[in-house]
């Protein structure tokens, strides 16, 4: 399974984590300084696969941010970078080209596409028209509970409770 | 009040405000934080729900990107969960998967709120919940929903259903009951029409089957129809993971898929897929020869690939082979000895692993030449990667690779030499444990000892400390074989020795002293027996090889006390040793110079080694100038250390001088008391030091009144990463602290198994007395003076239980006479400990929650239908013509049942039959009867263990091993049903 979910800038910035296995707060801090350290000093050209502490992590640089995934010894590497590149491209469809500052700015969207595509470590769905449907439905929702919040009536409501 | 509000709702920074002024700020990024951190705290307490949820959005932004602990605020988290608008909840749920935890207090709060979006006709709340749920369920959460996910398991929504079959693994995991109302919807499930459910609970049981995978064997029928039918290729890889479990546990199953599996590799054009059927059948089918060598046709091709991930995939694969298929390594040679160039760290450290697979004691001199070659040129990294497998392979189980020791002796003196090593310790621990094990190679390792004590540039490097530590300790110990003494006592005297640390300067010194008690020892015989010409040669000779063989068989040694009895056994089974030995003896290089002297002592002063009245007081000169200083060090080690050889020299130099201006009478009395005191200390030193079994410190017991547990964690306080005993905590502790310092060494001694203590002589008796248990491994005859009994007590344990092997080994060592050196050669005996040697492996136990969870997977697969739960509905046709299959199946199960099931409570009760019938029946209801229970169980479960632990013969073990076999056989005679 898939213990977690990081998302790592070439400077080191994290721009999303999705922890699937429990990890306290601190270790937290601690996995992703340490990995961040391995991950980013490798080379371009070296294979996309880092063992670490009995795991392994598999990562793929996409412009400047790093994908990482953590998962068990008996995982199946290849899969994982599968699994990497459907969310990126579920990622590019939702945003049109998706850029490093559209996850910064809609880091919960990320979150959001994140959880149709894996669900307790494991994936979900592999139709990438199925998560754009969902997400799309939800985004609606969303929009109208807003609309619902900000019309002048609902302040004025507000206002004389 | 309403005012404040209202200002709050308009003017509240979104997070989009935030993340913007995040990357403009001017006034530093943390202050900046915390300044929105202090908005945060009063926004969330704002009872407008926009504000809150826009505050909560904020905080869970900077708990996940910047990692601000959120827990604080886990109270307004349920409160926005709570809210009605779907936006809102949505920002309440991703806060509460991100920060919620097992030891959360506000969980139980939110139970009525998740079974109520659980059950809401909005199939994006049912999936926000669920989401969660699969993040933070935990024993509680998982008991009160089980119901609802259970008819979300059906859900006619594919978006809810998919979903609900993701939580289960989480339930299960933490709510092993759920099984038996879940299961049987789960396994429907994997008929699905819908290829994404079938994916998703295939997932599920991937994940199950890693942890146990014989509960999931009956299941075997469906997964096998999802082999062949299924043309996704996420399925289809995580099915076959499931097989490579399954097929370990059920041969015949092996036959069925391997076929299929084939199938899958040569046609699928997805390199994933491809992979797994690879790495399928050379994990789980490696017995099937066509399979395996398509497979490393597969492999090749990855190995030959450019893209650097097929290609560590490939080594990988390859490396799984090695075990059971050398030749497909032996195949790709080239390729896996060209990847150590790789320029990927990653690929390199795989090829060595396979190059290391690759050794055989036919190639290994070849292999490690190669290898040590390319270390030389590799980055100190990676150098040091190579190193440590060399040692580590070449080490493996007694050294059993290696047949050339002198070959190997000197490999380790070379790798010592290489700029880069950083192994002191591995190469330490294999000197020293060569060393004790293996008699014959002492001549070729002291001389490997001496090259590296005697080059002074070596003695910089504190990388090598260790090692250099470990030739002093060699050469001192094995003197006798030494060619030239005078040279080692200068070597281990230089100058630069001050550059080493106290600790591995105090074996310097304590070898010098070995150094000197064989030199003085050579000198007073040489003059005995030149004084004594009566003598013939031949008896010389004699002489001088029974006055060695002290070292080589305890009999003779007078002072020997309390001597092995294996030893005496010895003697009893061959009353020839002493002749034969000193038969044997004088090939041996110290003894040969030694004879060469008596005979022809005229010209003894014109060569270089010779004992002369001279050069023995140019050794006490020599040693008194080199340690003068010390014998005030700040050092306590060094400083009495030094003092004792000092003191010796006094006491010896009022005899020498003497005896050197003395005439031929005189010279026999004043030798005596001199020689005497020589015996004596040649006799203390002469007691072979044999390997430690590891569990040797185990097997002491601990002595009443003693709270070893206390003692120790206030040490761990004081000492903090203190490897060596530091000399600092000598010189703080006073003799009242004995015990204390004691419990500290005993501590020590552990990681220093290998560096046995050097010392038993009368003159450091002192010494010992303060720190007696430093001394434990070692010497076994002079313990019994400290307030721990251990060593001779070991002693006899040791020969009650199962020493006899060792026994036999041992008289045949002695029967045998030894060959010469160059003969073709044999591989030596590599003494080794039978009981003690090996490495304890303690059975791995599955936690209790994972006995829970397969107990309770095997119930419902096994068709116990005792139990059946009100939620159940009529199964279909379909389902109960299968289930028909399972009650026949449950004819035979019992003896299946109790291998697995009653294992917790096997060794205290006295009629297994009587409780397995019992154990079925209420077993489980007694489980989740109370989780005090379970406790209990536990609890027993500990006990047990510690029964294992206390007594744990190899009779015990080898039943427990047995075990698991049986159990295996018993499962194959249940399953084929389904398949044929």
């Known amino acids: 399974m898939i213990h977690f979910v990081l998302l790592i800038s070439r400077q080191g910035k994290v721009r999303l984590t999705k922890w699937y296995s429990p990890y306290s707060q601190k270790e937290r801090t601690k996995v992703i300084r340490e990995l961040s350290g391995v991950i980013l000093t490798r080379g371009p050209k070296l294979c996309n696969f880092v063992e670490w502490r009995g795991y392994k992590v598999v990562y793929k640089r996409y412009a400047s941010l790093y994908f990482c995934m953590c998962i068990d010894q008996e995982d199946n590497e290849l899969e994982i970078l599968e699994i990497i590149h459907h969310f990126v491209e579920i990622l590019d469809r939702y945003f049109g080209s998706v850029c490093e500052l559209d996850l910064i700015f809609n880091f919960h969207k990320a979150y959001y596409i994140l959880d149709e595509l894996l669900i307790a470590g494991e994936l979900q769905e592999s139709s990438k028209k199925t998560v754009a449907r969902l997400i799309a439905a939800q985004d609606s929702l969303v929009e109208t509970a807003k609309e619902q919040a900000n019309s002048i009536s609902n302040i004025i409501a507000q206002a004389t409770k | 009040m309403a005012g404040s509000s209202i200002m709050e709702t308009l003017f509240q920074r979104t997070l989009d405000d935030i993340i913007k002024g995040l990357r403009l700020q001017l006034i530093g990024e943390s202050a900046f934080i915390s300044k929105a951190m202090e908005e945060i705290r009063r926004e969330i307490k704002s009872t407008d729900p926009h504000t809150k949820s826009t505050a909560l959005q904020k905080l869970t932004y900077f708990n996940s990107v910047h990692g601000l602990d959120m827990s604080w605020a886990a109270f307004h988290v349920v409160e926005v969960i709570g809210s009605s608008r779907f936006a809102h909840k949505k920002i309440g749920y991703l806060a509460a998967s991100q920060s919620f935890h097992d030891g959360t207090d506000v969980m139980l709060l939110i139970t009525n709120q998740l079974r109520k979006d659980l059950t809401s006709t909005n199939e994006f709340e049912v999936s926000l919940a669920l989401e969660c749920l699969s993040r933070i369920a935990t024993l509680d959460l998982a008991r009160d929903l089980t119901p609802e996910i259970f008819t979300l398991l059906s859900s006619s929504k594919n978006l809810v259903r998919k979903k609900a079959i993701g939580v289960i693994l989480r339930v299960f995991g933490v709510y092993p009951d759920a099984v038996r109302v879940c299961f049987k919807r789960l396994v429907e499930n994997l008929e699905s029409p819908d290829p994404q459910m079938v994916s998703a609970t295939v997932g599920v049981f991937c994940e199950l089957a890693s942890k146990d995978p014989g509960s999931y064997l009956p299941l075997a ?44 590799m040569a046609r699928t054009g997805a390199k994933s897929l491809m992979f797994e059927c690879v790495r399928t059948i050379v994990t789980s089918l490696a017995e099937y020869e066509s399979a395996v060598k398509h497979a490393v046709v597969k492999i090749r091709e990855l190995l030959i690939d450019d893209d650097p991930n097929l290609k560590y995939l490939g080594l990988q694969a390859l490396s799984i082979v090695a075990s059971k298929h050398l030749w497909a390594v032996l195949e790709n040679k080239e390729v896996v000895i060209k990847s150590l160039s790789d320029a990927d760290p990653n690929i390199k ?31 100190p990294e990676f150098c040091n990667e190579i190193l440590g497998s060399i040692l580590s392979t ?5 050294y059993e690779k290696i047949i050339d020791f002198d070959w190997y002796v000197s490999l380790l003196g070379e790798m010592s030499r290489i700029p880069h090593c950083q192994k002191g310790e591995e190469v330490e621990n294999q000197f020293i444990d060569i060393g004790m094990r293996v008699k014959d190679v002492r001549p070729e390792l002291v001389r490997v000892a001496r090259d590296l004590l005697i080059d002074p540039a070596l003695l910089g490097n504190p990388f090598l400390n260790r090692i250099l530590s470990a030739a002093a300790w060699v050469s001192g110990e094995y003197v006798e074989f030494s060619k030239n003494p005078f040279e080692l006592m200068e070597a281990l005297l230089q100058p630069r020795t001050s550059l080493l640390p106290p600790s591995i300067r105090a074996v310097y010194i304590h070898s010098a002293f070995k150094v000197l008690i064989f030199c003085l020892h050579s000198y007073f015989f040489q003059r005995k027996t030149i004084a004594s010409s009566s003598l013939s040669s031949n008896d010389l000779a004699q002489g001088v090889s029974d006055s060695v063989s002290v070292r080589e068989s305890p009999k003779g040694s007078g002072s020997a006390t309390c001597e092995a009895p294996a030893n005496e056994l010895d003697g009893g089974f061959n009353p020839r040793i002493p002749s034969q030995l000193s038969k044997d003896i004088p090939t041996g290089n110290g003894d040969e110079m030694i004879v060469t002297h008596g005979q022809t002592s005229s010209f003894a002063s014109l060569e270089k080694n010779s004992f002369t009245e001279d050069s023995i007081s140019n050794l006490l000169n020599l040693i008194e100038m080199a340690l ?15 003092r004792n050889i000092l003191g010796f020299i006094e006491l010896i130099k009022q005899e020498i001088p003497g005896s050197l201006d003395q ?18 200390m040649r006799d203390a030193f002469s007691k072979e030091l044999g390997p430690v079994s590891i569990s040797a410190q185990e097997r002491v017991p601990v002595p009443d009144g003693l709270m070893l547990n206390e003692n120790l964690c206030d040490l761990e306080k004081i000492c903090g990463d203190v490897q060596l005993p530091s000399t600092s905590s000598f010189s703080l502790g006073t003799p009242h602290s004995k015990e204390k310092i004691g419990v500290s060494l005993l501590n020590l001694q552990s990681k220093e198994e290998s560096e046995p203590s050097t010392e038993s002589t009368s003159l450091l008796a002192e010494h010992r007395k303060r720190h007696g248990l430093y001394y434990l491994s070692s010497e076994k005859n002079e313990i019994s003076s400290t307030d721990y009994p251990p060593a001779n007590e070991m002693k006899l344990q040791d020969d009650l239980h199962d020493d006899a092997e060792d026994l036999v080994k041992l008289t045949e060592q002695s029967l045998v006479p030894k060959k010469k050196p160059n003969h073709a050669k044999p591989r030596p005996v590599v003494v080794r400990l039978d009981e003690g040697d090996e490495v304890s492996i303690v059975a791995k136990k599955p936690d209790s929650k994972d006995d829970l969870l397969s107990g309770a997977v095997r119930d419902v697969l096994f068709g116990n239908e005792a139990i059946p739960t009100s939620s159940q509905r009529n199964p279909s046709d379909k389902s ?15 003896s299946e049942l109790k291998e697995n099931l009653g294992d917790e409570e096997k060794p205290d009760l006295g009629n297994p039959s009587s409780r397995r019938s019992k154990h079925r029946t209420h077993g489980k209801e007694r489980r989740h009867r109370s989780p005090g229970k379970n406790d209990e169980e536990r609890e027993e479960n500990v006990q047990k263990e510690k029964q294992k632990s206390s007594h744990r013969h190899g009779r015990h073990k080898a039943r427990q091993r047995a075990d698991g076999p049986l159990n295996v056989v018993a499962q194959a005679a249940v399953i084929p049903d389904f398949l044929l």
């Open chain 2, 394 to 398: 070449c080490g493996r189980n007694f």
């Open chain 2, 880 to 894: 109960s013509s299968k289930r028909k299959g399972k009650e026949k199946v449950n004819i035979d199960l019992p």
């Open chain 2, 349 to 379: 450290l795989e090829s060595l692993r396979l190059v290391m697979a690759m050794v055989s004691d036919s190639n290994v001199s070849e292999i490690s030449r190669v290898l040590v070659n390319y270390a030389l040129k590799s980055d």
């Open chain 2, 628 to 642: 003068g200083p010390l014998s005030v060090s700040h050092e306590i080690e060094l400083q009495e250390r030094a």
């Open chain 2, 221 to 264: 029928p469906e997964f096998y129809k999802i082999l062949v039918d299924s043309k996704n290729n996420w399925i289809l890889i995580k099915v076959m993971k499931i097989f490579a479990k399954l097929v370990q546990l059920e041969p015949r199953l092996a036959k069925r898929v391997v076929e299929p599996i084939c199938e899958h």
């Open chain 2, 663 to 680: 005439g031929e009478g005189n010279f026999e009395r004043e030798q005596l008391k001199a020689s005497e005191v020589i015996n004596v």
